[in-house]
């Protein structure tokens, strides 16, 4: 699978890899950021998620989500639906032709093409989930190895053949 194919679907499994650690979190963890002026871990996980069906809405039109904001307490098994809805959006529409999709961001109208906003999708949530491990790792929580979500992992996980001689 020589593609955005193989990206994508490693991220969905990171995501909800991740997502699934966050399960071990109490509920003063979550609040947990990694300066005064960063992100909670609640704040991040709804970044991700959030982020996530704003690039799959740009794509597809569909929204997986309504009236959530950034700062809310969501649930985190609605985080991991929602998350995963929106990946799997990005996932199916990263197999249709390129164009250039039109949106409002900050009352500007932005052009991006559809392969630049998928591409920034899995960059996007790839920046977060490390920022989740490092601000989990300061304050001594080991939960979450970012080597446990790399894509060897996901290759193994995958089973796919990973020697040369096959």
């Known amino acids: 699978m020589l593609n955005q194919e193989k990206l994508l679907l490693h991220m969905a499994w990171a995501n909800q890899f991740v997502l699934a650690k966050l399960e071990e979190l109490s509920q003063t963890d979550w609040q947990l950021k990694l300066t005064e002026d960063d992100w909670s871990i609640q704040e991040l996980a709804n970044h991700i998620v959030l982020a996530a069906g704003g690039y799959a809405q740009r794509v597809s039109g569909e929204w997986v989500y309504s009236n959530l904001e950034q ?82 992992a996901y290759s193994d996980i995958a089973g796919e053949i990973n020697s040369p001689s096959g």
Do not use: F
């Not at 960059?123 to 979450?144: C, N």
């Open 71 to 152: 700062g809310m307490m969501i649930p985190l098994a609605d985080l991991q639906n929602y998350c995963g809805q929106a990946d799997e959006i990005l996932r199916v529409q990263s197999h249709k032709p390129d164009s250039i999709d039109t949106y409002m961001r900050q009352g500007l109208e932005i052009e991006r093409s559809r392969s630049t906003i998928i591409s920034q999708s899995i960059h996007h949530a790839t920046e977060h989930r490390a920022q989740i491990s490092d601000t989990l790792k300061v304050h001594g929580i080991r939960i979450l190895d970012l080597d446990e979500i790399d894509l060897w």
